[in-house]
């Protein structure tokens, strides 16, 4: 089995623009309920992941802020708490295996590192789970 059979593709999933505002970033993942989303460059580049909590420091660290001044703030200048890795699209699956252990979600891109999509750690135990518990049975 190959790693596109989990992939859901870019057009189907949500990201960011390097060049978003930190409300901009807020705002979509308070509409699609995500805790985490990639962003791109705008050549469709995977750069990294942002983290809800990487945003929650930008406040935490300037009390003095406030909402509104998000709008200030670009995405690009965010300090991250952790490095997400993606990938290759032509992956085997042991490598998908390890980081759906670590992350919700396993960003893909191509030999260029253009962002194709993503997996998501649901789907992966989705269609693990049924395969698991005839492995249990059977013993």
């Not at 089995?1 to 593709?9: C, E, I, N, S, Y």
């Not at 997400?84 to 260029?112: C, H, M, R, W, Y």
Request: aromatic share 10%; with cysteine.
């Amino acid at each position: 089995m190959q790693l596109a059979f989990f992939l859901t593709p870019k057009a189907e999933s949500s990201y960011l623009i390097e060049n978003f505002t930190l409300r901009q970033a807020l705002e979509k993942m308070e509409y699609h309920h995500y805790t985490a989303m990639p962003v791109l460059d705008s050549d469709g580049h995977y750069l990294y992941t942002l983290f809800i909590d990487d945003c929650l420091w930008v406040f935490k660290n300037s009390p003095e802020m406030r909402f509104a001044d998000a709008e200030k703030i670009p995405v690009n200048s965010i300090t991250l708490s952790r490095k997400v890795e993606p990938v290759n699209i032509s992956a085997g699956l042991s490598e998908l295996l390890k980081k759906t252990i670590e992350q919700n979600f396993i960003p893909v891109v191509d030999d260029s590192g253009i962002y194709i999509g993503l997996v998501r750690r649901k789907d992966v135990i989705e269609y693990c789970r049924p395969l698991l518990l005839e492995a249990l049975n059977n013993k």
